[in-house]
C-alpha cells in the first residue's frame, strides 16, 4: 500500500480531496491532504505566502513520515511539488501532476501560462490583482466557467465559498530545482481534456518537454477531483500501482 501527499491548487486547500482522499483510503492507502500557506483553514499572512514557504509546508508534511511518499499536485501545486520534490527528493517515491503546471528549473508558473499553448487560458482572462503584495482574487462566475464547468450546480456551491484569494508570489517565482535529481524521480501526469485553466495543449507540450511514465486522459474540467472523482480516483490507484 502506498502513502499520498495531495497538494491543491490556486485558490484551493485540503477541502479539493475531501472525494478523493476517503477512496483512496478505502482502497488501502494512507492519505495526506495538505493547506498551503493561505489557503483552506491556513491564516498565513499574504506577505510570508511565497513558492518556498508552499514548498515547505508540503516538506513537513513529506517528512512527517518515514515512508517516501506519492506527491500528486492539481494545478498551481504542480509547480509547488516540483519544488518540494528538488528539497527532499529522498521523500518523494513519485510525482503526480492533475491537471498541473509542470516546470523546468528556472521556469515559473506565469512563464507557462506565456507560452503559445497557453493561450485561451481564462483564469488569465478573468483573474484580478490587486495590493502590495500582490493577490489575485477570481469571482465564482469567473470560476464556474474557467475551473468547474463540468461540475453540478451542488458542486459548484460547496466549492465556491471555501475559495480564498491566492498570493501571487507563488504564480512569478522560478522553481529551482537540480534537474538531473528532478528526473530520477518517476513522474506521471492526469490530463484534463476539457480544461479551460490550463489548455490541454499546454498540457501536452510538459508532458512532453518532461518525460512522463504515464499520461492519463480525463474527460472533464479543471477540477477533476468534484467533476470525475471516480475516474481521477482510478486513475490515482493506476499509477500507484
Known amino acids: 500500500m502506498a502513502r499520498f501527499v495531495l497538494v491543491h491548487g490556486a485558490f484551493g486547500g485540503a477541502w479539493c480531496w475531501e472525494e478523493v482522499a476517503p477512496r483512496l483510503e478505502a482502497a488501502g492507502h494512507t492519505v495526506q ?93 478573468s483573474i484580478v490583482v490587486e495590493g502590495e503584495p500582490p493577490v489575485a482574487t477570481l469571482s465564482d462566475e469567473a470560476a464556474a466557467v474557467a475551473i468547474y464547468h463540468c461540475c453540478t450546480p451542488e458542486q459548484q456551491q460547496r466549492a465556491f465559498p471555501r475559495r480564498r484569494r491566492q498570493a501571487v508570489a507563488p504564480f512569478a517565482t522560478p522553481v529551482r530545482v537540480d534537474e538531473s535529481v528532478l528526473a530520477a524521480i518517476p513522474r506521471s501526469y492526469v490530463l484534463a481534456k476539457r480544461d479551460r485553466s490550463i489548455p490541454p495543449a499546454l498540457q501536452r507540450r510538459m508532458t512532453r518537454e518532461h518525460p512522463c511514465e504515464r499520461v492519463i486522459e480525463l474527460d472533464t474540467d479543471h477540477a477533476p477531483y468534484f467533476s470525475a472523482t471516480e475516474e481521477l480516483v482510478a486513475a490515482l490507484l493506476e499509477l500507484a500501482a
Open 33 to 125: 491532504a495538505v493547506d498551503l500557506p493561505g489557503g483552506g483553514e491556513d491564516r498565513t499572512p499574504v506577505e510570508e505566502i511565497t513558492l518556498e514557504s508552499c514548498a515547505r509546508r508540503v516538506c513537513d508534511a513529506l517528512e512527517s513520515s518515514d515512508e517516501p511518499a506519492i506527491l500528486v499536485g492539481h494545478s498551481m501545486g504542480g509547480t509547488v511539488v516540483t519544488q518540494a520534490a528538488g528539497l527532499r527528493p529522498d521523500k518523494v517515491a513519485s510525482l503526480i501532476f492533475v491537471a498541473a503546471f509542470m516546470p523546468a528549473n528556472g521556469q515559473s508558473l506565469l512563464d507557462l501560462t506565456r507560452l503559445p499553448e497557453g493561450a485561451g487560458d481564462m483564469i488569465q482572462a
